[in-house]
């Protein structure tokens, strides 16, 4: 199938694509189409070609509007719920979903589409040409594309649970049944997914040290950072229904190596936890992509800010997680006597990462104390807990002038999610001991929180776990940690609150009821098929079987 044509679209990728650009190609005569041919005996087109397969990894808002998958848990709410409109959090938070109209359906095909591009460069590999001026140019690709598709394989098994493995091209022409695919189970998509990154991290650079200028595109320290996030998931109660502590041991043994080797070429722990989230380059940061502007709608500061900085207002952070961050003097929860909370202060002496991470009433911002009952209170219709994100804003953006915005990233992957991945794969695996300590107290002893010791594997297993809530909070980690842990019956289904503040000086709080959430733990855990798919394929094929439930 070598004359197979590809369509405008790439082509178009192709040509925007500045390492795809070479003389040849761009000296061709307009056409609407290029054939494999053309893209895979040229190294500079099929590099372009490869650029085009990371446009699906995650971003920071989800499709449809700026939502944050945040909102779809106990971190924040979504204060103009649209899901009447178009799915989004709404749907998560109130069960209004069929698998005709659910919120990320459109991502099964997003990617598979990149997975179906993944196969195309692996069947035309042999066409591509070596770089004289780079000779591990050609075999990096490969290893890029390999990491790439092991990535959206495992994107679509947390979602989706067992799918089909799709490993090859395939031409209805050719087999007009062989497209009616089959589930599989997730040992056999995590076998796959593993086998991928193993050969990819042989492929690839541990970093681009040498080369800045491909700073982003897949490496070795990503595929191991990859391998330790994939077995910590196959381990985890809803993958491991059977409770096997092999799959534990072998999450550490990967985490572990993946932490090591980070910290070793250099990511290590930024001193200042609010700018890993709004530089553009960062030591801390692994893996991640370009996050949306600062500007119009979907952008990242109009979207968050509160209003008396001219913006929406349209993620705010619930009490629930509030309520989560410790006393920093004490390192106590503050339903701890001990731990020296005020109710009349709620907001003073707690966990540093409180203030990176939310802005509350009563505190400034952009030269202004926050008022909920006054140029801070929220748009009509808006259901608001009258908090808003600080994690993400640059304090320099002028959404009234449109000034002082600049480049940030979405990160995928950073250096303290692998401490907490080691810290909970080594608990499981062997229960407490100095290596879980040890990775824990350096997240938190990098914003001044006290060390943690003490205690057996069960209430070791509530602190690591608290830990990756407030160390990630707002970082499209909550929604998944709780479904594989199966806690999601818990802590997504219940009433989550807000704050009022009423009076002037002596205030008072107080803690109103923003929603009552809902999660169906008999079909919650997983999302349903697109129903589209279950018309295409279930009839053709037994084997394509609904998630339970749906």
Not at 291 to 305: K, L, S, V
Not at 367 to 377: E, I, Q, R
């Amino acid at each position: 199938m070598k004359n197979t044509l590809i369509k405008t679209g790439i082509t178009a990728v192709l040509m925007m694509c500045v390492t795809a650009c070479g003389k040849n190609f761009l000296d061709r005569k307009p056409s609407d189409l290029i054939t494999e041919k053309e893209v895979f005996s040229n190294i500079e087109n099929a590099e372009g070609f490869v650029n085009t397969i990371y446009q699906s990894l995650p971003n920071m808002f989800k499709p449809g509007s700026g939502w944050g998958l945040s909102s779809a848990t106990d971190e924040t709410n979504q204060a103009s719920d649209n899901s009447a409109s178009y799915p989004d959090a709404g749907n998560f938070n109130t069960g209004s979903m069929s698998p005709a109209n659910f919120p990320m359906a459109d991502l099964w095909t997003s990617f598979y589409g990149k997975i179906r591009a993944c196969n195309k460069f692996l069947t035309n590999y042999d066409m591509i040409p070596q770089d004289p001026n780079y000779p591990q140019r050609r075999s990096r690709l490969r290893g890029e594309v390999l990491l790439l598709r092991g990535y959206y394989y495992f994107e679509l098994m947390r979602t989706w649970g067992g799918v089909p493995l799709l490993l090859s091209e395939k031409n209805p022409f050719d087999d007009p049944s062989g497209i009616y695919f089959k589930r599989n189970s997730i040992p056999e998509v995590t076998a796959s997914i593993l086998s991928d990154l193993k050969e990819a991290a042989a492929l690839l650079p541990v970093t681009y040290n040498d080369r800045p200028s491909n700073w982003g595109r897949g490496s070795k320290m990503i595929a191991m950072a990859l391998e330790g996030r994939v077995r910590l998931f196959y381990a985890s109660p809803l993958f491991n229904p059977g409770n096997e502590s092999g799959r534990w041991q072998e999450a550490a043994v990967a985490c572990r190596a993946a932490l090591d080797t980070a910290v070793m070429n250099g990511y290590t722990l930024y001193d200042n936890y609010s700018d890993i989230f709004t530089q553009y380059f960062n030591k801390e940061v692994i893996w991640s992509r370009g996050a949306p502007g600062a500007f119009g709608d979907g952008g990242i500061d109009r979207e968050m800010n509160p209003r008396s900085a001219n913006g929406y207002g349209n993620i705010t952070p619930l009490q629930e997680l509030v309520d989560d961050y410790e006393m920093k003097t004490t390192g106590l929860p503050i339903t701890d006597p001990a731990s020296g909370y005020s109710a009349q202060r709620p907001y003073e002496g707690r966990d540093p990462r409180f203030y990176a991470t939310i802005l509350y009433p009563g505190c400034s911002w952009k030269g202004k104390v926050l008022d909920p009952n006054g140029a801070d209170a929220p748009r009509s219709g808006q259901i608001a807990t009258n908090y808003w994100p600080r994690k993400y804003l640059l304090p320099s953006v002028d959404l009234f002038s449109g000034s002082g915005g600049t480049d940030r990233k979405w990160v995928l992957i950073r250096t303290a999610e692998l401490y907490l991945n080691y810290a909970e794969a080594q608990n499981e695996a062997t229960g407490p001991g100095a290596d879980v300590y040890n990775a824990l107290n350096a997240i938190r002893g990098r914003v001044g929180m006290p060390s943690i010791s003490g205690g057996d594997q069960v209430s070791l297993r509530a602190k690591i776990r608290h830990e990756r809530r407030i160390e990630l909070a707002l970082e499209d980690h909550r929604f998944w940690d709780v479904r594989r842990w199966k806690i999601a019956a818990q802590v997504d289904n219940k009433e989550v609150h807000g704050v009022a503040v009423s009076g002037s000086g002596n205030v008072t709080y107080s803690y109103p009821v923003i929603e009552k959430r809902v999660f169906d733990a008999a079909r919650n855990y997983w999302l349903p098929i697109p129903q589209s798919e279950m018309d295409k394929v279930s009839s053709q094929n037994p084997g394509f079987t609904q998630n339970p439930g749906w």
